[in-house]
């Protein structure tokens, strides 16, 4: 368990560096952390973080920009209202002109 929690803490520190108005991957956040088929388990790590309230998960999509994981916010629409408060367009809950707010964790080392 401890070594999952320190998954998890990893995690964190990358969502807490995706910056305003950018959102990124499961998949991503995985590979950046070298735990390339990790992608689910990213999304564990986002689905326990809604009490920490300085990881900004709403910043966190699947791969083909869709809110995921919207059902673990305190409603289904805040993922949605605060990517838009970004200036992220959101349609169906999917992120649209994915490609231009995509942020890659990996740029960072």
Do not use: C
């Amino acid at each position: 368990m401890a070594k999952d929690m320190d998954f998890f803490q990893a995690v964190y520190e990358v969502v807490r560096l995706i910056p305003p108005g950018k959102v990124t991957t499961y998949g991503a956040i995985a590979q950046a952390l070298g735990s390339k088929g990790a992608a689910r388990m990213v999304g564990w790590a986002m689905n326990a973080s809604h009490s920490l309230s300085d990881v900004p998960a709403h910043r966190v999509v699947n791969r083909k920009g869709l809110l995921t994981g919207k059902m673990h916010f305190e409603d289904e629409g805040a993922m949605k209202r605060k990517l838009m408060a970004e200036g992220i367009p959101v349609v169906d809950d999917q992120i649209q002109q994915f490609e231009s707010f995509f942020w890659d964790p990996k740029e960072l080392g």
